[in-house]
């Protein structure tokens, strides 16, 4: 069983604490040029619809039936559903961005993959998307303060399995030393894909793990850099700071130890 010690009586309300330690001073939200939030399109772009093996691609694969559905919550550009383009027949994207909505699109299109896209929140709209052999969801779950809420959404829309991939430490943690140097702010360690993985063992979801390395993506570096800068919620004119901090490698998308976790639906309990 996989479990996690926690400090404040539950790993739900653990996971809740450990995410809203992330919340931007308002000090430092008040000078912010721009919001400090959402991605740039480019960094999210499909340009192959093979994506690189890995745990996460192989659970989805191996519950998916020849010609079945695939539902990629959060798709962003779709990399998670396109990687399972050659074995489904039915691409079913669904995100709030509208821009990284049409990128899922347009990247479906090219290569000629049946699809849906669908504008919404999870688990919010959930009500208008349709179920789908397979659900994935990748690098979304550290922005859901209620995950076994999202997660039973999620198997809710399952016919056979849940695939959620994250990174086996918030994202964020990467820029830890930048929120030091720009704003001599000490930021939070956490929270883990293993208090994650705690929180849906104790909703009863019994959810297996899978670690592995996920290599380094690509993007134009000079969105990398003002992505961070915006985060840092610092101007324009202080990029190229940004940039130096950075040793011109983006701490955020480089090679990271990556966790998959998985369940079938119909053994979830309660």
């Known amino acids: 069983m996989i479990g996690c010690v926690t400090t404040s009586g539950t790993a739900a309300g653990q996971w809740r604490h450990e995410l809203a330690e992330w919340t931007i001073p308002e000090h430092i939200l008040a000078r912010a040029p721009e919001p400090p939030w959402g991605f740039p399109v480019e960094l999210f772009r ?25 539902l990629d919550v959060g798709c962003g550009g779709g990399a998670a559903g396109l990687a399972l383009a050659g074995r489904a027949g039915l691409l079913i994207g669904v995100d709030p961005s509208p821009d990284l909505l049409a990128e899922f699109a347009a990247a479906a299109t090219r290569g000629g993959i049946d699809h849906q896209a669908l504008l919404g929140s999870w688990p919010d709209d959930a009500d208008g998307v349709p179920e789908a052999d397979v659900v994935v969801s990748h690098h979304v779950v550290y922005n859901v303060p209620d995950l076994a809420g999202f997660a039973r959404a999620l198997g809710q829309h399952a016919r056979r399995r849940v695939v959620v991939e994250l990174s086996s430490r918030h994202p964020m943690v990467a820029t830890r030393d930048l929120w030091r140097q720009f704003h001599d702010l000490q930021r939070p360690t956490g929270p883990s894909a293993e208090l994650a993985a705690a929180v849906l063992t104790e909703a009863g979801i019994p959810v297996a793990s899978e670690q592995f390395e996920r290599p380094a993506r690509s993007g134009p570096h000079s969105a990398v850099v003002s992505m961070i800068r915006r985060r840092l919620c610092l101007p324009a004119d202080r990029e190229p700071e940004v940039e130096a901090a950075l040793n011109a490698d983006s701490v955020m998308f480089s090679a990271r130890d990556t966790t998959c976790l998985w369940w079938d639906t119909g053994t979830i309990m309660g």
């Open 46 to 70: 499909v340009t192959d619809t093979t994506e690189v093996e890995s745990p996460s691609r192989r659970r989805a694969e191996e519950s998916l039936p020849e010609g079945g559905s695939v």
